[in-house]
């Protein structure tokens, strides 16, 4: 068992260390972003599918309203998923008479991608955009972030651009949700300077009319991810635009954040079974991404575990030397790692919080739990296009 140990910590390792080092190495020869000149005027269709936000809409929609690009190049449809509040009513009455914004009420709560299908459908039947943006109701977007998310559409390899999401630390957040994406934004950056950026950020993200993927299944869960990755099945380039600026506020609790994560998780091996001919070796080093980057992460879980039930067998087995000592560091880290996460709970029930070093492996485990709790509601096929709306720190 000793060999299946130090595989699975070398493929840790290498997911989680070395990965991110080879990938700064090889982006730094690599050509660098694309150069965000201004290219011809294109006619855009932002699209938002909507649930519960009756807070959060009308502020969506001045926001989206006020970005600087053309008004007579813009329209905005917003998409009421069957919400049990007033979102329609309050979309309704802040689009007023404004032919630029089109609000289309569900009656049924069918699913974001439902949504985002119908809306694709029906806007490219009445207006055929050059490009369709995709983004949440919660979601606030810098005044210039269109205008930067849609300049490197003049690169005619381009086929789709994702921005940069902020994530705001409301008064009572207590979650490190805002770490990780600044570090998702990171490697998104180095790997669209190689190659194409692994999906997109739902957020704020963009793609040319033709090449969205009409024939996604309804229940898809992380779709901003499936799509971000069928423009690069296409054959074009899905590249990461940071100074495309969105804002949005974290979870309040690390019990909201599991929830989500939970739901992400099992999004993530759906995505992977949707996109899994990205991992063809034509795809180059894409591929090689996609493995790194994704697949060795998403099963980041199951290798702790099959890393941590070798040791034990090892060191149950009477081994000695070197192999006991590292074996038992291995179990002393796993378990310190689970006591961190029961004591953050703990502390925040409290009104307190562990050191930052200490609170970060704490949200760093429970994060790989909730992964491996939605690896398990993958595999009991629970999974379901609509969601619950998480409520979030304080308002910006």
């Known amino acids: 068992m000793w060999w299946l140990f130090l595989s699975t910590v070398a493929l840790l390792a290498y997911a989680w260390v070395a990965y991110p080092v080879i990938l700064r190495l090889l982006a730094g020869a690599a050509r660098s972003k694309v150069d965000p000149q201004p290219g011809p005027r294109l006619k855009a269709a932002v699209i938002v599918s909507a649930y519960n936000e009756e807070a959060h809409i009308r502020e969506r929609i001045r926001n989206l309203r006020d970005v600087d690009w053309p008004s007579d190049s813009l329209t905005v449809w917003i998409g009421v998923d069957g919400a049990s509040d007033r979102t329609g009513t309050e979309a309704e009455a802040e689009a007023g008479g404004d032919a630029r914004v089109r609000v289309r009420q569900f009656e049924k709560n069918r699913g974001k991608v439902a949504v985002l299908k119908d809306l694709v459908r029906e806007c490219a039947a009445s207006e ?220 925040v029930r409290l009104g307190l919080r562990l050191p930052g070093l200490l609170e970060r492996a704490a949200y760093f485990f429970t994060i790989q739990a909730a992964l491996a709790a939605g690896f398990l509601r993958f595999c009991g096929g629970d999974l379901r296009g609509s969601w619950r709306r998480t409520s979030r720190g304080t308002k910006r």
């Open 128 to 347: 055929s955009p050059d490009i369709l943006v995709f983004t949440d109701a919660n979601t606030v977007f810098e005044r210039g972030a269109l205008k930067r998310l849609l300049a490197p559409f003049a690169d005619c390899s381009v086929g789709g651009v994702c921005g940069r999401l902020s994530l705001v630390r409301g008064g009572l957040a207590e979650t490190h949700e805002g770490t990780y994406w600044d570090w998702e934004a990171r490697l998104k950056d180095l790997e669209s300077r190689l190659d194409s950026c692994l999906g997109a950020n739902g957020a704020i993200y963009a793609m040319r009319a033709g090449l969205f993927w009409r024939d996604i299944p309804d229940n898809t869960i992380v779709d901003d991810f499936v799509l971000g990755m069928k423009v690069r099945e296409t054959g074009a380039r899905m590249v990461f635009e940071p100074d495309a600026v969105a804002y949005e506020e974290m979870p309040a609790t690390v019990g909201d954040e599991w929830t989500r994560r939970v739901r992400i998780g099992a999004g993530d091996y759906q995505a992977l079974w949707l996109c899994r001919r990205a991992l063809l070796p034509r795809y180059g080093v894409f591929a090689w991404m996609f493995m790194s980057h994704k697949f060795l992460r998403w099963f980041t879980p199951h290798l702790m575990l099959l890393a941590t039930a070798s040791a034990a067998v090892h060191a149950l087995k009477g081994a000695d030397g070197s192999g006991l000592a590292v074996a038992v560091l291995w179990l002393s880290g796993m378990a310190v790692l689970a006591l961190l996460a029961a004591v953050s709970r703990l502390t």
